[in-house]
Every structure is written in C-alpha cells, then in structure tokens.
C-alpha cells in the first residue's frame, strides 16, 4: 500500500536549511504539546515529512491549541537562543545565546535585519530611527522578566495546520529557539488566526501572561515585519516603523 507523504523542496537552498527545520520539529515534540509531523527524510534539497490530512478549524481546537502551546513554552532553556542557526523563509538566524531577551532580540533579530533594510534602501530614515530606538530602550520596553520560552519563532497562521483529526499541528518549524513566548503570540496577531481569541484565552488560562502583554504586541512584530520588508519590498519598512512608534508610546 502505497504512504501519502508531504515533500518540501526548496531549490538552491542554503546549508542547513532542511536540518534546521527537522531538528525545530524534534524540539517542538513536547509531551503536551502541540503535534508535529514525524520526520521522514532530511536531504539538502528537500524534507520528507508524513502526510497531516487537512481539516477545518474549530473553536474547542483552537483552545485545546493554546493551552497545548503554552506547555510548549514551558520547555525553555536556561539563556536565550539556541544550539545552531535557523531560518526564517529562506534568510538565516544568528541564534548564538544571550543571557537576557532584550540583547537577544536587538542584536541577533532586530540589528541585522534593520542592516539589511537600510542597504537595500527598503525603509526610510525616519521608521529606522524609530526601529534603532527601541533597540535603544528595549530594557524599559520589554515588560517584565521572562524565563526564556522554547518557540516556534515563525507562528503566523499559515504555520499552523488545522487537521482532520481535529487538531492543530506545527509545521514550519525552522525557526525554532529558545525566546520570549509573546513573540509567538504577537505572531499569531500580526495576520490574524481562525479563532484567535479562544487560542489566547486558553492559554493566558494555562500560562497566565505578564500584565502589560497586549500593550507589548507591536514590540514583537517589529521583527516579522522587517522580515517581510526585506523579502517583499512594498510597504512593510513603513509597518515595521509604525510598530516600532507604537511599542514606545505603550511602555
């Protein structure tokens, strides 16, 4: 009988990309956790991975979602990082450890992506300000402590396969790291998810979050939108100055 598998193919892809993302699925098989699809094949070209039938998304699985997420974050390190880089689409992370999350996100996220904004002239001088700003206060700007998480990295909702088995599944996992858990919540917001408030619900129930955590959301979307702004161009260098402008009228 012949196995239906899913195969993710990416040409000229660069070294280690596929390692990455099966060892950020081996990370996220977290006993309480969200499922993720087994590994089948690791080549340099391409990741074999077992088929997760489609389904709908569902309110219970939504919540059955969070609550299962926030037993995913629980698994943190002890610094901020991880053991290897990652990717996030096709560009590379530095995930090289930190001892506390705001050096971690202005130095490994925000300073080499807003670099390459600025060289390929994709943001203006006044949101890069506003970016290097943040960057500036981010000890004041980050809310209070947090244990590092072991997340996702990528959660926008494309990066969460709602199955027929009534579940909601982890995909995309090369991004994985040991990080802040609002940033995946803050993902989760940036495009919108299928019921979105019994997911945050559920999990501020499981895993109470900090007081001041919604005011943080645009402080965590600074770094997808700069993302998007030097792989898309159009006006994300805009967004991820505006975010920027927000996170500080927030503190």
Request: hydrophobic share 50%; aromatic share 6%; proline share 5%.
């Given at each position: 009988m012949n196995e239906r598998v899913f195969v993710k193919t990416q040409p000229n892809a660069p070294p280690g990309f596929f390692a990455a993302e099966a060892r950020g699925l081996d990370l996220l098989r977290v006993d309480g956790g969200p499922p993720v699809p087994t590994v089948i094949a690791v080549e340099p070209d391409r990741l074999v991975l077992e088929w997760i039938e489609p389904g709908v998304s569902t309110p219970a699985a939504a919540r059955d979602f969070g609550r299962a997420l926030a037993v995913v974050h629980r698994a943190g390190g002890a610094t901020f990082g991880g053991e290897r880089c990652g990717y996030i689409a096709t560009m590379r992370q530095d995930n090289t450890r930190a001892v506390d999350w705001p050096q971690f996100y202005a130095e490994r996220r925000l300073r080499p992506?807003?670099?390459?904004?600025?060289?390929?002239?994709?943001?203006?001088?006044?949101?890069?300000?506003?970016?290097?700003?943040?960057?500036?206060?981010?000890?004041?700007?980050?809310?209070?402590r947090e244990s590092p998480?072991?997340?996702h990295g990528d959660l926008w909702s494309g990066n969460v396969h709602w199955a027929a088995d009534g579940r909601a599944w982890l995909i995309d996992a090369a991004s994985v790291h040991d990080g802040h858990r609002e940033t995946d919540l803050a993902m989760l917001q940036l495009f919108g998810a299928p019921h979105l408030d019994d997911i945050l619900a559920a999990y501020d129930e499981a895993h109470?979050?900090?007081?001041?955590?919604?005011?943080?959301?645009?402080?965590?979307?600074?770094?997808?939108?700069?993302?998007?702004?030097?792989?898309?161009?159009?006006?994300?260098?805009?967004?991820?100055?505006?975010?920027?402008?927000?996170?500080?009228?927030?503190?």
């Open positions: 992506l807003l670099r390459q904004a600025v060289d390929a002239d994709v943001i203006s001088p006044a949101d890069r300000t506003a970016i290097d700003t943040v960057m500036t206060d981010l000890v004041d700007l980050a809310g209070p998480a072991l997340i109470p979050l900090a007081d001041g955590w919604r005011a943080r959301v645009a402080l965590h979307q600074v770094f997808p939108l700069l993302v998007h702004a030097v792989l898309f161009g159009g006006g994300y260098g805009g967004r991820a100055g505006d975010a920027a402008r927000r996170a500080m009228t927030a503190r």
